[in-house]
């Protein structure tokens, strides 16, 4: 695999994430700052580290399974784990501009 065709995957990934939204906030994950961290390795193999809005959330599940689940459909991906963390905790500094603009925090 090449360079170019990882950075491809990567941003698919990316899209792809932007394609899943919280439910309780109009806003995708990847603009919330839910994502910490996407490696992804050429053989296909996927860690993804993530945080959610709050520890308690109670569609924490159904998110984690949606991210697997959608990330799992990008070409070039066999594998997804999703780590959940909580350190750092999530805040609204980590929102993206686009987020901030969305929410009208700016």
């Known amino acids: 695999m090449t360079a170019q065709e990882i950075l491809e995957v990567e941003q698919n990934i990316v899209d792809t994430l932007k394609n899943i939204y ?3 906030i ?3 994950i990847y603009d919330l700052g839910l994502i910490y961290d996407i490696d992804y390795e050429p ?3 996927v860690e993804i580290k993530m945080t959610l809005t709050a520890p ?3 569609m924490a599940d159904m998110l984690l399974e949606d991210v697997v689940k959608q990330v799992g459909k ?3 991906v066999k594998n997804v784990e999703v780590v959940l963390t909580f350190e750092p905790p999530w805040d ?3 929102l993206s501009e686009e987020a901030r603009l969305e929410l009208g925090l700016d």
């Open 92 to 94: 609204k500094s980590m």
């Open 26 to 28: 109009p806003v995708n």
């Open 43 to 45: 053989d296909g193999n």
């Open 56 to 58: 308690n959330c109670p």
């Open 74 to 76: 990008v070409k070039g």
């Open 22 to 24: 919280d439910p309780e």
